[in-house]
C-alpha cells in the first residue's frame, strides 16, 4: 500500500510473450509484492490453474493464445483477481465489452506499476470482504438457527463454513487493516 514497504500479500502475474519485458517487470515488483511470471497465454492459465493469483498483468497481443482469449478464458472461469491489460496497443472502442479491470499502456515504470498493484489490491480486497460477509452471514444464521446436530448433516452448511474460511483468509491477506472482520462476529444474528 502506499506509504509502505510494498503490497507484499498480494501474490501477481506478469504476462508477456516478450520475455525481457516480463522479467522487467517482475524486477520492478521483486520485494514489493509475490510475483511470478508466464511468456505466453497457455502458461497463464495454466499458472492461474495450478496456484492462487490476486492480480495478473497482462499483455494484449501475443502469438497463439493472446491477451485476448486470456481474458476471455477468465471470464469464463470466473476468475476472482484483478486483471490488467499492459500493452503497446492502443485500447479502441472494442474494449467496452472486455472484462479487464484497468488498462495501461507501454512502456510503464516502476511507480505505475506499483500504484496499480496498490490500487487493484484495495479494491480486490473489498471485494473479497464483501463476498465474505455475504458468506458468513449465512453461515451464522445458519449456526444460530440448526443444532449442532442439524448442522453436521446438513450438506450446504459445511459448504458455507469452508468458503468461509477462504474467504477470511483472502480477506485478511489482502486487507491493511483487517480490525473489521472482528466486528462482523460483533452481531447478534439469533432471535429475541
Known sequence: MPGTDGSADVRALIVDDEREVAD???????GYCEVETAYGGE??????RD?????????????????DDVLTELDE???????????AVDPGVEVLDMPFDDYLCKPVDREDVRA???QQQRILAYETLGEFFRVEAKRAVLEAELSPERRREHEGYDETAAR????????RRLLPDDSILDQFDEIEREGV
Open 164 to 171: 468461509a474460511r477462504r474467504l477470511e483468509r483472502r480477506t
Open 116 to 118: 496499480v498493484i496498490d
Open 77 to 87: 472461469r470466473d476468475f476472482s483477481g484483478r486483471v490488467v491489460m499492459v500493452t
Open 51 to 67: 496456484s492462487p493469483v490476486d492480480i495478473v498483468l497482462l499483455d494484449r497481443h501475443m502469438p497463439g493464445l493472446s491477451g
Open 43 to 48: 502458461e497463464a492459465l495454466s499458472v492461474i
Open 24 to 30: 522487467a517487470y517482475a524486477l520492478r515488483l521483486r
